[in-house]
């Protein structure tokens, strides 16, 4: 296996996604066997000019400086000829999209108390980069993982490192079903679009499916910006549904913040435990 930055010697692939490829890695600077294992993120970009560069290495040692237990920890970058490197956190236990599939598969739905543990761990996670305002752009199940029952938050900022960076982001627009009216209306947004993918998320959750769905792509988006807001099924509280609710406000002024969400009753209890 090549080696890469004379540090890091690319162990298996893990899979592809919107921005490139990620590997799994041992860090050989690393003497315990499980911080040796890392994710190696690499991102296709076309040639950059040196200003674009200096850009995307500044906002990396920004990320690099963010630290949160429910966000996947942002190591390190460097350029290795036409790819743009980042190193992650591993998360071994999968991402939430395996998850809810399997869980799906086993036609079981997530028990309340469990889904307020991840929406409350969500929140924390927006919260925190939110108050450094970090916006994520692009959160998806996919890029929710799992350790030891804990939520992590991938690829958070990785869309701001790009911007700019490459024609591919300039032209990205994220994952359909997790994109809030404003973004896909080309209106101005802020942190609140990423509380719309939290609502998206929250529904996917609780139904096991994703909350506007549709054959086509123009037929996911007509039904973002119509005026339908998904409920969650029976099984789950009034309360949980206001949340919802909350989240999917399609004007996002009247859409709570993190730090307001975080506020209810029901995020109270350590760990969201239903009092
Ligand atoms: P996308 O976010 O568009 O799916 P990524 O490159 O982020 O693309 O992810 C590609 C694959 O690698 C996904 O299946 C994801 O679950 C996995 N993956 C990404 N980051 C990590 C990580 N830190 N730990 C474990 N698996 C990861
Ligand atoms: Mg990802």
Redesign the pocket.
């Known amino acids: 296996a090549p080696l890469l930055a004379n540090r890091y010697l690319i162990t298996k692939r893990i899979g592809s ?1 919107n921005f490139g490829t990620a590997f799994l890695v041992t860090d050989k600077k690393e003497i315990n066997e499980k911080d040796k294992m890392k994710v190696l993120k690499q991102i296709t970009v076309g040639p950059l000019d040196p200003g674009e560069t200096v850009d995307a290495m500044q906002e990396a040692k920004l990320l690099a400086q963010m630290r949160h237990k429910n966000i996947v920890q942002f190591h390190q970058s460097f350029l290795d000829g036409h790819f743009f490197c980042i190193i992650i956190e591993y998360c071994e236990g999968g991402d939430l999209e395996c998850k809810l599939k399997d869980q799906k598969k086993l036609n079981q739905l997530i028990p309340e108390a469990q889904v307020i543990k991840w929406i409350k761990q969500l929140l924390k996670a927006l919260e925190y980069m939110h108050r450094k305002r970090i916006l994520h752009r692009d959160l998806k199940t ?2 929710i993982f799992l350790k030891d029952n804990e939520i992590k938050v ?2 958070f900022g990785i869309s701001r490192i790009l911007l700019g960076a490459s024609d591919k982001a300039s032209t990205f627009v994220g994952t359909p079903y997790y994109m809030s009216p404003e973004v896909l209306k080309h209106e101005q947004y802020d942190e609140k679009c990423d509380i719309w993918s939290l609502g998206c998320v929250l529904y996917e959750i609780c139904c096991l499916e994703h909350a506007f769905e549709g054959t086509t792509l123009m037929s996911v988006m007509m039904k973002i910006v119509s005026d339908h807001t998904p409920q969650l099924n029976k099984s789950y509280s009034r309360a949980l549904n206001n949340i919802l609710s909350r989240m999917l406000d399609r004007n996002p002024e009247n859409r709570h913040t993190a730090a307001a969400i975080l506020q209810h009753v029901m995020f109270e209890k350590p760990n969201g435990a239903i009092p």
């Open positions: 996604g996919r890029n991938g690829d």
